[in-house]
C-alpha cells in the first residue's frame, strides 16, 4: 500500500469525486460517518434512496468514487431519476482513501461484466493508468494528459463501508447560485460541519472535461468568494 501512496504523490493525484444529491449532502454533513454505502443502510430506510437500482457490481457494501475528476457520464444516465431532488453536488475527497486496504478498484465502469474486472491493491491501482485499456472501446492515453488521471474517464474507486465526513475536503457545484444555496441550507443545519472548500466547477458536471484533461489541461474552478 506504500507503493500505491507514493504513486499518488507521483501523479499529483489530489482527490476522489463522488456525486451525491443535495438532499443527502444535508445528512452527511452532520454525521461523522459521513457517505455510507447503501448495505449499512438498512436501519436508516430514510436516507436508502438508491441512485443505481441495478448496481450491477454487486457491491452494495461499497461506495464508487473516481479520480480527480467525476463520473459524469453516471450522472448524466441518473440525474433525472428523482422528480423532486434534481440538485447534484460533487464530493471532493481524501486520495489517501485510495491506500486503504479494504479499497477496490477498476479500470473502467465497475459494473461492466457485473463486476469482473475490479481488483484490489497495487494492481488494480496500477490497471487504471494502463495504455491502452480496454472499456467499451480500446481506450488510449494521449501524449499530454494529465497524468492524475485514468485512461478511461469512467474508472472507478470503491471505498468499503463509508467515507468519513473528516475525508470529505471540498464540495463543488456547477454554478454560484447553487453553491450559495447549498450553503446556505447546511449553515441552518444544527452541529454540521461548515469548513469544506466550496468550489463553482461547470465543467465538473459535463462529460466534455474528459477531452480537457488529454490535452494537458485542468477543467475551470473557481473558489467560492461570498460576496
Known sequence: MNNIKSEISQRGITRLCHFTKVNKLLHIVRNESGVVANAFLQDQLDLLDKNDLLRLDGREDYIC???????????????????????????????????????????????????????????????????????????????DMLACCPTDGQAEVLIYQNIALSDIIGIAAPTKEHVRKIKSMVSLIPDARQNFEWIVAPELFDVNWNNIIRTGRRPTETPYLEE
Not at 465497475?110 to 488494480?124: F, I, L, M, Q
Request: glycine share 6%.
Open 65 to 143: 468514487c473516481s479520480v480527480e475528476y467525476p463520473n459524469t457520464w453516471y450522472l448524466r444516465r441518473i440525474k433525472n431519476n428523482d422528480p423532486i431532488f434534481k440538485d447534484w453536488v460533487v464530493l471532493l475527497l481524501n486520495p489517501d482513501l485510495m491506500v486503504k486496504e479494504t479499497t477496490l478498484f477498476c479500470h473502467r465502469n465497475a459494473a461492466a461484466n457485473r463486476g469482473e474486472y475490479v481488483k484490489a491493491g497495487e494492481t488494480g491501482f496500477r490497471g487504471m493508468f494502463n495504455n491502452p485499456v480496454q472499456g467499451r472501446s480500446t481506450i488510449y492515453r494521449s501524449r
